[in-house]
């Protein structure tokens, strides 16, 4: 893995933990470490009782695997969807915050590229067991691929 992929793992790692720590203070009723703007979505989530805390919490344990460098492909699919849901807020609700969320997207969809190979085997219509795992035979998956 290059310097490129390297620098965006750990700035990708770094802004997850950040906004997770933010968003956990929040939830925990404190100040917010770093002012955002906070939409009336965000007290939607919050009220639910659980939503805003899941999604905080896994965006601070994908954010801290990233900064370790471990199970990357799998945090990336992970944080797939709150990046989506990132974008779309600062698209459609608040602009002033697309800038922040196009730089995640692309750092984002960046990593994704480094570890496509990774991603291969999913992105089969009819996978096998050896496409996953091409040590294996088909004596150790009976009846599989027929």
């Excluded at 793992?9 to 002012?35: D, M």
């Excluded at 801290?64 to 990132?86: D, M, Q």
């Excluded at 294996?136 to 599989?144: I, K, L, R, Y």
Aim: charged share 15%; aromatic share 10%.
């Amino acid at each position: 893995m290059g310097k490129m992929a390297h620098a965006s793992r750990l700035l990708l790692g770094t802004i997850f933990v950040l906004a997770g720590v933010n968003g956990l203070w929040f939830v925990a009723g404190w100040e917010l470490l770093f002012q955002v703007r906070v939409d009336p979505i965000i007290y939607g989530m919050l009220n639910t009782g659980f939503m805003l805390t899941l999604e905080k919490v896994t965006e601070l344990a994908c954010g801290i695997l990233l900064l370790a460098n471990r199970y990357v492909p799998l945090v990336l699919v992970v944080l797939a969807p709150i990046v989506v849901n990132i974008v779309g807020l600062h698209l459609f609700r608040d602009p002033a915050g697309l800038p922040q969320a196009l730089l995640v997207l692309v750092l984002q969809l960046y990593l994704v590229r480094v570890h496509w190979q990774s991603y291969r085997p999913l992105l089969r219509a009819r996978p096998t067991p050896t496409d996953v795992f091409p040590e294996a035979t088909d004596s150790q998956f009976p009846g599989e691929g027929r």
